[in-house]
């Protein structure tokens, strides 16, 4: 099954049966090529490769063929002509820039991205010279008036991480193409079976697949998507610096994608159900999930978005005290920073994931000590809510 089949498939089937090629063998489900190199015939035909006359897998850092078959495939769920697979969702970030950036060039990017992202923009890649702007996410006006003669990228990350604040792709997309620099999308939130950002005139999408692509946190791993013509440069800093993505780790990755847009739907209707049982609770001063009809994303949400994910956030009455206890009373609930797991996960985002901000840049960014993230999983939902009683019974 090749590429070229999956154009007429509908997004489930592509997720299910996109980018294979069967080998020899006839296996069913797909072949694990855990082979650091690859054979050439004789010495002329080695020559050939070297040089560019013949195309085809050399070394692993540069191909393989599970690897590939999890880029194809992903490539065809986001719309996109190629999709480069990296060793981290870190990684991907951190190819888009060096593969697309050089010193003197300026990115823009949205004050609620990932943590890591942050660190990244300010310790190692402003260290080559590329300068970084920080604005608000929601805010266009921002975006707009921090476009300078230099710059070259604007990044975001939609919808954030954990209140739910949702981008204008397509006003993002305009800005971008107005300024000539590229929309980069952090996509690990919604993944394509929620949300594709090339069809709102993104030109580059990046994903955590440690996150919902695998969806069973077991493997870090991540993918640069966009057009051959710009990822052919992405493609040349993975192949010579080396962040790949792991033969064994695609593996995981393509069974994770078979099962994305059941996982996507039913993590979103728990997520749905959660935010709408918290908004009941006496204890409960706001539900922060673009679902909710009035959170001030939800109309974004609806138009660019299938549904609304599985991460949603809540503040308690008290300060960071009541947080915690409410935390650490309960019980199922797993007590981590990750995210898209079939585990619900419950963290206090103060204390952890946005801990390095100053408590000025928390409370601007309304990362409150009351605040507590849940990523709902797949346990059955009354489970969930039990769970989190244990919290409310000591509050
Ligand atoms: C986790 C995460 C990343 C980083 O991915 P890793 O696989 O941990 O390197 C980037 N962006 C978002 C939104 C994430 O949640």
Redo the contacts with the bound molecule.
Sequence with gaps: MTIKDSENMHFESIAIRGGYRRTQENEHSEALFLTSSYIFENCDIAAKYFNNELQGNVYSRYSNPTVRTFEERLAALEGADRAVATS????A?LSVVMGLLSAGDHIICSRE??G??ITLMDNTISKFGVEVSYVALTDINDWEKAIKPHTKMLFC?SPS?PLNEVADLEALAALARQANCLLVV?N??CTPALQRPLEWGADIVVH????YIDGQGRC???AVVGSDELMAPVIGFLRSAGPTMSAFNAWVFLKGLETLSLRMRAHSASALQLALWLEKKDQVVKVNYSGLKKHSGHALACKQQDDFGGVLSFQVRGGRDAAWRFIDATQMLSLTAN?GDSKTTIVHPASTTHSRLTSDQRSAAGITENLIRVAVGLENIKDIKRDLEFGFGVI
Excluded: P, Q, R
């Excluded at 981290?88 to 990684?91: E, I």
């Excluded at 955590?208 to 996150?211: G, H, L, P």
């Design positions: 981290s969702g870190m990684a970030t991205v990932f890591s992202t990350e991480n952090d690990c939130f955590s697949a440690t996150k870090l791993g991540g995210l």
